[in-house]
T-cell receptor
């Protein structure tokens, strides 16, 4: 079955420090991959997406993610975290060969401390 | 920039009552979806809809749920007889096409509280 796993439920980083949020996927073929951010009580905002091609994708708000087929991973990174980045981050996948059902990971809650 | 809209933003209802959640997808999109997120849990797929029929549904989407596109702009999710466990945030999404590099655009969600 298709799945997306985020092994870290909660991460705390200091403002200005670098960030990496982990995501692993399990699909029969290379899926489309996404990262979404959700602030408390808010909807889902797309940060970035990977469909094919360059394995390093750039997104909004200074985020980037790297697709690694050998590790079945799609980790999200940011070189310097701002307090406003505190939110919950969801990795998600979609089968590239069939109907578009997005499968979400369980999310990683990011706390930013001064 | 076009966006998906949802109404109401928050709905409170009593157990056993019917609720209808409304969504207006992006105007040129043809594929529509509902997802839900129970508080503290991940977002789960409910149903996809194209050409006035359900394309795929999850095991969550039982006979208590139905979807409809009553006119050219709205897309609705009806829960016939709400249960406490239906309390969740419900997200509508739309996409231009089901295949290829077409992402889904999510609305801001409707928080449903069943008392």
């Amino acid at each position: 079955a298709q799945s997306v796993t985020q092994p870290d439920i909660h991460i705390t980083v200091s403002e200005g420090a670098s960030l990496e949020l982990r995501c692993n996927y399990s699909y029969g073929a290379t899926p489309y991959l996404f990262w979404y951010v959700q602030s408390p009580g808010q909807g889902l905002q797309l940060l970035l997406k990977y469909f094919s091609g360059d394995t390093l994708v750039q997104g909004i708000k200074g985020f980037e993610a790297e697709f690694k087929r050998s590790q079945s991973s799609f980790n999200l990174r940011k070189p310097s975290v701002h307090w406003s980045d505190a939110a919950e981050y969801f990795c998600a996948g979609m089968n590239s060969g069939g109907y578009q059902k997005v499968t979400f990971g369980t999310g990683t809650k990011l706390q930013v401390i001064p | 920039e076009p966006e998906v809209t949802q109404t109401p933003s928050h709905q409170v209802t009593q157990m056993g009552q019917e609720v209808i959640l409304r969504c207006v997808p992006i105007s040129n999109h043809l594929y529509f979806y509902w997802y839900r997120q129970i508080l503290g849990q991940k977002v789960e797929f409910l149903v996809s809809f194209y050409n006035n029929e359900i394309s795929e549904k999850s095991e969550i989407f039982d006979d208590q749920f139905s979807v409809e596109r009553p006119d050219g702009s709205n897309f609705t999710l009806k829960i016939r007889s709400t249960k406490l466990e239906d309390s969740a945030m419900y997200f509508c999404a739309s996409s231009e096409a089901p295949k290829g590099s077409e992402e889904q655009y999510f609305g801001p969600g409707t928080r449903l509280t069943v008392t």
